[in-house]
């Protein structure tokens, strides 16, 4: 099975920005869309952001304008940049598929955004 580790997770500031990473361990990306997915305390995971295999990309309404989501095929890596950061985006980010590949979930990424 496929293993995805995320990363560059953080503490940051409300309007700050961070990068996170997604390393896949084998070349996934011509064969599925890419996504991020977060889940915040209490609630449901939700779907962030996606990349088709072509490139297209495709964002939530809440952050929309905000993040973009970009993919470094040979590297089998996907990037999540994410700008003017709220509050409400305080969530462990995940990496999957699109359809998501159920026993592919990593531990995510802890992003917190707080003053």
């Known amino acids: 099975q496929v293993q995805l580790v995320e990363s560059g997770g953080d503490l940051v500031q409300p309007g700050g920005s961070l990068r996170l990473s997604c390393a896949a361990s084998?070349?996934?990306?011509?064969?599925?869309?890419m996504a991020w997915y977060r889940q915040a305390p209490g609630k449901q995971r939700e779907l962030v952001a996606v990349i088709t295999r072509s490139g297209s990309t495709e964002y939530a309404n809440s952050v929309k304008g905000r993040f973009t989501i970009s993919s470094a095929n040979a590297k089998n890596t996907v990037y999540l940049q994410m700008n003017s950061l709220k509050p409400e985006d305080t969530a462990v980010y995940y990496c999957?598929?699109?359809?998501?590949?159920?026993?592919?979930w990593g531990q995510g990424t802890q992003v917190t955004v707080s003053s």
């Open positions: 999957n598929g699109r359809p998501a590949l159920p026993n592919s």
């Open positions: 084998e070349s996934i990306f011509s064969i599925y869309a």
